[in-house]
């Protein structure tokens, strides 16, 4: 019971990689979130276009070195251009979404896929332009390091997308 | 869209620690799945005591060394004893489940809980005795080892719990 307490107080301090780029505690409550956990803080203007919603629920220690949590987007938000030393998984948990590695095409991912972002790599992530998204991410291996945030995508980019 | 395609076809697949241990494909259509995916495989009788539903979503490889995957546990199902050498990291997606560290009583699990299993403890975890639950599973750091299955729970140590 002291090990699940422990836990719980991790995840609601809203850990993971997120934390440790300020996330706000704007919350929402009216907003109708899909995501699994119906939970979140307001991402940082600085790192994401539109609103994004974060609960950090895995923090990452020497043993498991594994930050997870989920995002949820509104229709049109995404994340900046990034990217993650040692990779990132991510899960679709709901609605539909767009994934772009530099250089390849924007790809559309929906509930239930699996993306793996490979190390180095700088890629986004975000909600389609009509449909929110919410997606599990993993990082694994922080030791490496967890996130290098870079430019936001702009509408040109975004618009780009062939759905 | 060809690593999309690679990565759902990964998750078809059923792939995961739970690939390892030969899960059969007896489907049931019938059964209202609560978790996040709708979907599964029946886990093997020889590491599970009633039924329980396993999507293998994430296959580990040598970069990011970690599998994930979703189980779903009828009410009264749960895992046999087990340990993982790297410990293994559990999200409860829906309902209220039972998670237990030898030696110690059997924890209550809900929806949003995160519960962590250190590397090398026998554990077991499932679904109550009155409602259903699942959880994601993450196992990290996968080059130690995935999973080693031991003895089923009895039907003497599930109901020490005290809920």
């Given at each position: 019971m002291r090990k699940l307490l422990n836990n719980l107080l991790v995840a609601c301090a809203v850990v993971g990689f997120f934390s440790l780029v300020g996330c706000s505690?704007?919350?929402?409550?009216?907003k109708q979130l899909?995501?699994?956990?119906q939970q979140g803080q307001l991402a940082p203007a600085q790192f994401f276009t539109g609103n994004a919603y974060v609960i950090g629920m895995v923090s990452s220690d020497s043993v498991f070195t594994t930050a997870a949590g989920e995002v949820y987007f509104e229709a049109g938000a995404r994340s900046n251009w990034h990217l993650h030393p040692s990779g990132q998984i991510l899960i679709v948990t709901s609605g539909v979404g767009y994934h772009q590695l530099i250089g390849e095409p924007i790809e559309l991912i929906h509930k239930g896929d699996v993306v793996k972002c490979p190390p180095n790599v700088l890629h986004w992530h975000g909600a389609s332009k009509d449909s929110a998204m919410s997606h599990i991410y993993i990082v694994p291996n922080?030791?490496?390091g967890i996130v290098e945030w870079k430019q936001p995508v702009t509408e040109e980019e975004y618009l780009t997308v062939n759905d």
């Open positions: 505690s704007q919350n929402d409550p009216d899909s995501q699994v956990f922080i030791e490496k």
